[in-house]
């Protein structure tokens, strides 16, 4: 197993890597709309949030030389079901025309008051 960071993306808030490999697979954390460089969650409103998750996780990706076009599988929470369609905008502007399977979920609460997380399951290319 080896562990992925970048700077580009926040640093963990607690015992665990951006992203870790195993076999060929890239497993991200869930990523929360913080911002890399102070730490602290970027806007209040769903959009804003989901924009920052995205390019956290586009960083993360990088830090393994993975894509968007590599993710196989997205595991999408949300705090209101109600921002699904702008959730579908967002993550269908970031995978262009790559559609890797996904599960959406509605939580009671994310930390820090979020939103929105995803965690990826990316193939690593060779």
Request: hydrophobic share 45%; proline share 6%.
């Amino acid at each position: 197993m080896k562990s992925f960071q970048s700077a580009e993306a926040p640093a963990a808030i607690g015992p665990y890597s951006q992203a870790v490999s195993s076999d060929g697979w890239l497993y991200t954390s869930g990523q929360i709309a913080l911002d890399p460089a102070t730490g602290e969650m970027v806007g209040t409103d769903f959009g804003a949030q989901a924009r920052r998750v995205l390019a956290n996780l586009r960083a993360v990706l990088a830090s393994a030389g993975c894509a968007p076009g590599d993710v196989v599988k997205a595991t999408i929470y949300v705090v209101d079901l109600a921002d699904f369609a702008e959730l579908n905008r967002l993550y269908g502007d970031f995978m262009g025309d790559h559609r890797p399977a996904r599960s959406t979920v509605q939580v009671a609460a994310l930390p820090k008051g979020a939103l929105v997380e995803i965690d990826l399951v990316a193939r690593i290319p060779a």
